[in-house]
């Protein structure tokens, strides 16, 4: 079955120790993107990966890290997490990643993240 | 700064009627522009994508339109259904791979 999938699918953590919310995607597609969603502020891109190997900022991208070094997969990473980093996270991808024809998203089912 | 609106946070029909949801934005020159649906709890899942030279599309009971002079688009659901209820979502995209969302706008369709 097609799919995203993210790991966890809920976690609770304590301020500043460091977590990996794992991406996969079994679809072969060449981009990737991550985003949070808070009540009121709708869904906010993080980053973004047009292909392996390449990565660049979204909206809000403070206080995150992604890689990208193989094309299924595409972690992101908090250093230090914060309480305002308490949030829903989504992460997707599409089939192709080169300027002109991305196309739909297929997104995740969610990481819930709350940091105290 | 890029801002995107879509027109109140939740819209109330009747079933059999046409639902017509609104996203408007400024400062930006998408490339072209996609509609979602989201359900509580889950992620959002693609319904319709316009391009930046594309007026209209359709699909099935669902019709987008697209206005770049009025940096607008609608978003119709007809005979709609109590199962069409939802937030639905615009994502406004350009070619270098950025995505913007809106809030979203939640329809409820009554029986």
């Known amino acids: 079955e097609a799919q995203v999938t993210q790991n966890p699918r809920y976690l609770i953590t304590v301020t500043g120790k460091k977590l990996t919310v794992t991406c996969s995607q079994n679809?072969?597609?060449?981009?990737m993107s991550w985003y949070r969603q808070d009540p009121g502020l709708g869904l906010r891109q993080i980053y973004y990966s047009m292909n392996v190997e390449v990565t660049d900022k979204g909206d809000v991208p403070e206080g995150y890290k992604v890689s990208r070094k193989e094309k299924r997969n595409f972690p992101l990473i908090l250093e230090s997490p914060s309480p305002n980093q308490t949030s829903l996270y989504f992460c997707a991808s599409s089939r192709e990643g080169q300027p002109g024809s991305q196309e739909t998203q297929y997104f995740g089912p969610g990481t819930r993240l709350l940091v105290l | 700064s890029q801002k995107i609106e879509q027109n109140s946070e939740a819209l109330n029909i009747q079933e059999g009627k046409t639902a017509t949801l609104t996203c408007n934005y400024t400062n930006y020159s998408p490339a072209y522009l996609q509609w979602y649906r989201q359900d509580p709890g889950r992620g959002p899942v693609f319904l319709l994508l316009i391009r930046e030279n594309e007026k209209e599309k359709r699909k099935e009971r669902l019709k987008v339109t697209f206005d770049t002079t009025l940096k607008q688009s609608l978003f119709h659901i007809t005979a709609s259904q109590p199962a069409d209820s939802a937030t639905y979502l615009c994502a406004l995209n350009t070619n270098a791979g950025k995505s913007t969302f809106g809030d979203g706008t939640t329809l409820t369709v009554k029986p």
């Open positions: 679809m072969n597609h060449e981009y």
